[in-house]
Each structure stands twice: as structure tokens, then as C-alpha cells.
């Protein structure tokens, strides 16, 4: 993602913003962004301009990061969906929790085993430089 959630959020502005500058913002392209759309996976359906262009808000942006991070630390598509249906009605918030409870646990777990990994990898490293060393 090239911008923080905030600042994407704010250049939108009151008018919004068009699905190329939207994806551009975000680090997606417009074909992910019409696809998020088409998908069910934004929360709130995109405005149009009179002459039927996609306006992207502050809030619709603010959301799209969401589901990027979510994308991004590995959640299901249909989850997302989910969660974004369950936001869409209102309400919900146990299960609302309950999923990103379930995802942060996942999400846990990678690290760990992700760290794992790195400090196999730190400590091949230093045997070679050890071994460099003592030459």
C-alpha cells in the first residue's frame, strides 16, 4: 500500500475520487477495485457521478484499506465478504469480533512461524560469518 489509511482517506475529498485515482492511492489496480465492488466486499455501494463514473469517498477508501490489509495478512475472500455484510447490516458486533479475533490468531501464528523461519536464517548467516572470519 503507498499511503497511510488517513491520508488516502483525505485527499478523497467532499467531490471523491475516480476508480483510477482511487486505485492508484490505495496500491491497487481499477480492475481489483471493481472486482472488491462486483465481489461484495465494500460496505457500502460506490457513488456515481451523473455520467455513471465510479466517486470513491473518503469512507469508501478508508474501507478498501481495510479489506487490503485483510487481503494482505492472508484472510479468505469469503470472510471478507462476511465481515463486510455483517458491517453493511449493522449491528453484529460479536461477530464482527469473533471473525477478527479468529484472524488475528492466524495471523499470530504466521508471525511466529515466519520469525522461526528468520531465526534459522539469522543464524545460518552467522555461522558463515564465523566462518569468514577465521580465515
Given at each position: 500500500m503507498t499511503t497511510t489509511a488517513t491520508t488516502t482517506a483525505a485527499t478523497a475529498g467532499e467531490e471523491g475520487l475516480g476508480v483510477a485515482e482511487a486505485a492508484q492511492l490505495?496500491?491497487?489496480?481499477?480492475?481489483?477495485?471493481?472486482?472488491?465492488?462486483?465481489?461484495?466486499?465494500?460496505?457500502?455501494?460506490v457513488r456515481r457521478t451523473a455520467s455513471g463514473h465510479r466517486s470513491y469517498t473518503a469512507a469508501d477508501l478508508r474501507w478498501i484499506t481495510m479489506v487490503t490489509r485483510l487481503r494482505a495478512t492472508g484472510m479468505p475472500i469469503r470472510e471478507i465478504r462476511t465481515y463486510a455484510e455483517l458491517c453493511?447490516?449493522?449491528g453484529h458486533e460479536e461477530e464482527r469480533l469473533a471473525i477478527l479475533h479468529a484472524h488475528r490468531e492466524r495471523v499470530r501464528a504466521q508471525l511466529a512461524e515466519v520469525q522461526g523461519h528468520l531465526g534459522a536464517i539469522d543464524r545460518k548467516i552467522d555461522l558463515y560469518?564465523?566462518?569468514l572470519a577465521a580465515r
Open positions: 490505495c496500491g491497487l489496480t481499477a480492475h481489483t477495485l471493481r472486482y472488491y465492488e462486483r465481489d461484495g466486499l465494500l460496505v457500502a455501494p453493511r447490516r449493522g560469518e564465523q566462518h
